[in-house]
């Protein structure tokens, strides 16, 4: 499984993805909250929380990391490759979570600088230092694992297609539709609602964000995770 880590995370550097995708992450999330003169900026808000930043990190990130995992299988299947990996002495279980853990590495670069923030909110809290660290912390954790469940629905959408750009748009929606989707179909019902929302990534993101580690929310995201990863690894059986 290392092999395949390490040559997938320096295919990234390799190429513009990673940087693009680092920096992308940083300057929309900098701008929107240190720049911008709007509902999102920090500056503005009157509280010392980094709710702004927990509020649009997913909906950047789920155009960024389908970005990230579009080529991982779609450029192996284009080019052929992907019969020669499979002679190699590896199952199919560590080309992919190879593959996978490789993603959720460059994910974790492009999280860690916004660390700054929490120092950032600290210092402007009032009095200084007035920040809920726990709350913070889960937020972080909740983002983590969301990020790892968008990686999964991307490494699996990128073993249906030979393009990358089928694969990237098939990646998008169905992560649009697992983060927001179960949210807009309850809307149109009335007390079944709620059991309708906890299908959805979405309202489990927002229960750890409150800063309490559900395990039940673990568990949720762990699920979605292992099932995405279970449809890449039966896929790339069939192949």
């Known amino acids: ?25 940083l300057l929309v999330n900098g701008l929107f ?6 509902n999102f900026n920090i500056l503005n808000a009157g509280f010392a929380d980094l709710n702004s930043f927990f509020y649009l990190s997913p909906w950047i990130l789920l155009f960024l990391i389908p970005a990230i995992t579009m080529k991982m299988f779609a450029d192996e299947f284009q ?15 560590q080309i ?29 809290g009032n009095p200084i230092g007035n920040i809920d660290f726990g709350s913070t912390l889960g937020s972080y954790l909740g983002l983590f694992l969301l990020s790892a469940s968008y990686a999964a629905v991307g490494l699996y959408t990128s073993t249906l297609s030979k393009n ?12 649009f539709f697992l983060y927001y989707g179960f949210d807009a179909i309850a809307n149109l019902f ?16 927002k229960s750890i964000n409150r800063g309490v580690i559900d395990t039940r929310d673990i568990l949720y995201f762990l699920s979605v995770i292992t099932f995405f990863l279970f449809l890449t690894k039966q896929k790339l059986s069939d192949e």
């Open 96 to 124: 992919v979570l190879g593959k996978f853990f490789a993603a959720l590495l460059l994910i974790a670069i492009a999280i860690i600088p916004t660390f700054v923030y929490i120092y950032s909110v600290y210092q402007l």
């Open 33 to 38: 909250l240190w720049v911008f003169n709007d």
């Open 190 to 205: 009335g007390n079944s609602s709620y059991t309708i929302q906890l299908l959805g990534i979405n309202e489990h993101f």
């Open 164 to 175: 990358q750009i089928v694969a990237f748009l098939l990646g998008v929606l169905i992560v």
């Open 79 to 93: 080019t052929g490759t992907i019969e020669i990996l499979k002679t190699r002495p590896i199952s199919n279980w």
């Open 1 to 25: 499984m290392l092999p395949i880590l390490k040559k997938e995370f320096n295919s990234f550097f390799a190429s513009p993805i990673a940087y693009l995708v680092i920096g992308v992450f």
